[in-house]
């Protein structure tokens, strides 16, 4: 490439560079900015610089360190699940699957292409308590039905549920991904050579799909961390605190209460809490690939 | 020549065009899903055949009802010139400057609104502040108690009730006898081990439908407020722990699920039959009375809802709730949107609503011969409204509903006790009254 080639790229790539710092840059420093401030949106009272007083209250706030809990337990336990079940099925799918492929692979995206609202709608219905199917099915094989949305025990297991439900055929597009990556004649010498099915997947399955499970890992840790609608729509939180989670109180500290320095500052928590695992993974990534 | 003469023709016609649609349009924002808003419809032609003023009605949930309306006076985007205002807003609205004062335009036009026709209890609950009119009243909600008359009349139910509890089986007049029937009703009809008739019905989602249903008895074990004259939290007391605790024993009476349940959950239960009685808001009569959304048309009736005594005088405590109309502060069509309003609440849209089942403000239809032959039942109505209760007047009325509507869902699943709950509600509310 040219010098003059170059400097015509650099002239087509500033307007995205614009962009990203009208819409991304800006805003972010903004956001941090009003964090230190004792805004409210809706309230003619002056505003205030508070210093690290908003985040002060926030972790004095027993629904905050709550909220900071359960999404921790939610992003723990959906990630492991969706990956652990997705990588079982790409396996499968993989390994057995040979008719119908494409099928049957439209029919497993399915759930991720639908809009979260209508997910949430439609768990809602099938987690009533009285005339939801999934307590019908408890009912039949004579188990003791369950309040699901209702009961702080297992609220919070509901909305695991319906997240996995959702987000694990994604998990299992990318590892299939990875998989259609190896070469079939790879497999087949080392299978000529002797090697069990623990060795091949030891050897050498897991070396090539890992950077693909990473990727799913991250995203997938990125876009729990602020799940919001499946929880708006399901328990709003409750009941109790059993369900409350970051992104839910932020939204009620920002457009219920208006109290934008406080939200911002629990906006900030939120985006430090998922650059920390997304600097790690992807240290973890490079070192791999 | 000619051109000359067809462009000033285009320009004249293009001004003349948008200074009438300036003029003679008007954005209204309004809570969806009420049988209100469809009168509203089908009567907007009539409003604009007589005032000239089209109407560009937007209906929206009424969860982004008011981010919406602050949201856009504060960017000052003159985007609405008729705002729903929920009663448990008006304080905020007038306090923060979102809406203008109606008082000079209800003057100006007084013959026409008839203002004193409002019932007095509405009036303050949702148009009066300080003396000011900033809102006008156009939808009147009280609590009142629906229950089912086919199961309160069987002769077998009224013998072994009185069997039971030693009086007579009537809609309850307090709370004690309000759990003693929810306990009675709740069994198994049809013997095969599994409760299908249940008492009550609860609403408890939090925030607010945990708060309204939790306020109607904290009202009336305490006979006080939730904040005292100065708008200091007053209600972790003895007899508000002893209000929460009536509400969680209520639990065993209730269908599952209840702590997350909203009015949606609440009306398809007792429409369906799930339940001998139902704490809600009046508005939902004509959804019970409907063939086509309730298996118990015929089969219910509404009383007021239970109270306690207090030196012998029986309190109950509905909540009033509702809704008016209200002008931002950046309208741009500030006469044409009064216009609306007026006709909106006037006496002529109110009768054509109260026939159709809406719940409305003014006294002069509740008396209405006509309105009483079609729905005797407003006349509790209008009992319920004159006894009713007011929740919290405050600007941070939404963090205090928060709060304690918090405490009672966390209470009620037993995540804390009632006590715990209470006491960390009012240190919130206490941070949030200052």
């Not at chain 2, 109407?55 to 602050?70: A, M, Q, T, W």
């Not at chain 2, 009383?303 to 012998?312: F, I, N, Q, R, S």
Request: proline share 4%; hydrophobic share 45%.
């Amino acid at each position: 490439m040219t010098s003059r080639e170059i400097g015509q790229f650099r002239i087509f790539i500033w307007p995205t560079i614009i962009f990203i710092i009208i819409l991304t840059v800006f805003p972010f420093l903004y956001a941090i900015a009003l964090s230190f401030t004792d805004h409210n949106y809706v309230s003619s009272d002056q505003t205030k610089i508070v210093g690290i007083d908003n985040y002060i209250e926030l972790f004095q706030d027993s629904l905050f360190t709550k909220s900071l809990k359960n999404t921790v337990l939610l992003v723990a336990i959906s990630t492991f699940c969706e990956l652990a079940i997705g990588f079982t099925l790409a396996t499968i799918f993989f390994t057995y699957v040979r008719k119908l492929k494409k099928f049957i692979q439209t029919i497993i995206i399915m759930p991720m292409a639908m809009a979260p609202v209508a997910v949430a709608l439609m768990w809602k219905y099938i987690f009533n308590s009285s005339y939801g199917i999934l307590n019908y099915i408890f009912e039949s094989l004579s188990l003791k039905p369950i309040d699901w949305l209702g009961s702080n025990a297992y609220a919070l297991i509901s909305i695991i549920i319906v997240d996995i439900w959702q987000w694990t055929p994604f998990v299992l597009l990318i590892v299939l991904a990875g998989y259609e990556s190896i070469k079939r004649n790879a497999i087949d010498m080392m299978l000529v050579d002797g090697a069990n099915k623990l060795q091949l997947l030891r050897f050498l399955i897991l070396p090539r799909i890992m950077p693909f499970i990473l990727v799913a890992l991250l995203l997938r840790i990125i876009d729990t961390f602020k799940l919001f609608d499946i929880v708006y729509v399901l328990t709003e939180g409750g009941p109790g605190s059993a369900t409350e989670t970051l992104s839910l109180f932020g939204y009620r500290l920002g457009f219920i209460f208006f109290k934008m320095g406080l939200a911002s500052a629990e906006s900030i928590i939120l985006v430090l809490l998922i650059s920390v695992w997304t600097v790690l993974l992807i240290r973890l990534l490079k070192k791999i690939i | 020549m000619f051109r000359l003469l067809l462009s000033l023709l285009l320009i004249v016609l293009i001004i003349v065009g948008c200074s009438n649609n300036d003029r003679a349009q008007i954005n209204v924002i309004y809570f969806a899903g009420l049988p209100m808003g469809q009168v509203m419809k089908e009567m907007m032609p009539e409003f604009t055949k007589e005032t000239g003023i089209t109407v560009n009605f937007l209906e929206i949930p009424y969860d982004n009802v008011r981010s919406k309306e602050l949201t856009s006076v504060r960017q000052d985007q003159g985007a609405y010139d008729v705002m729903y205002v929920d009663d448990i807003w008006m304080y905020e609205y007038a306090k923060e400057g979102i809406v203008i004062p109606l008082t000079d335009y209800v003057s100006r036009d007084s013959l026409e609104v008839d203002f004193d026709d409002f019932v007095d209890k509405v009036v303050v609950a949702e148009s009066i502040l300080n003396d000011t009119i900033w809102l006008m009243p156009q939808r009147a909600d009280a609590q009142c108690l629906f229950y089912r008359t086919d199961l309160f009349e069987n002769p077998k139910n009224i013998s072994d009730f009185r069997n039971k509890y030693g009086y007579d089986l009537n809609p309850p007049e307090t709370w004690d006898q309000f759990k003693d029937i929810a306990e009675f009703f709740t069994r198994d009809t049809t013997g095969d081990g599994k409760i299908d008739l249940y008492g009550t019905t609860l609403t408890l989602k939090r925030p607010h439908f945990a708060f309204e249903f939790f306020a109607m008895r904290y009202w009336s074990f305490t006979n006080s407020q939730f904040l005292d004259g100065n708008s200091k939290p007053i209600f972790n007391t003895p007899g508000g722990v002893e209000a929460l605790n009536y509400l969680v024993s209520l639990k065993e009476y209730a269908p599952p699920g209840v702590s997350n349940w909203q009015h949606d959950e609440s009306i398809t239960a007792f429409a369906a039959g799930m339940t001998a009685m139902c704490p809600q808001w009046f508005a939902f009569y004509p959804t019970f009375n409907d063939p086509n959304t309730s298996t118990i048309v015929d089969k219910f009736s509404v009383a007021l809802v239970p109270g306690m005594y207090h030196e012998d005088q029986l309190v109950r405590a509905p909540s009033i709730g509702g809704g008016s109309f209200g002008v931002p502060v950046d309208s741009k069509n500030m006469e044409a949107a009064w216009e609306f309003i007026k006709f909106m609440t006037g006496k002529r849209f109110m009768k054509n609503a109260a026939m159709r089942g809406a719940i409305v403000t003014r006294k002069s239809i509740y008396t209405d011969p006509e309105v009483l032959e079609k729905h005797p039942i407003y006349d509790l109505h209008l009992k319920s409204l004159e006894i009713s209760w007011y929740r919290p007047r405050l600007v941070r009325y939404a963090e205090l509903q928060e709060t304690i509507g918090l405490a009672v869902s966390r209470a009620f699943v037993g995540e804390m006790s009632s006590q715990e709950a209470l006491k960390i509600a009012e240190e919130s509310a206490l941070e949030i009254t200052k």
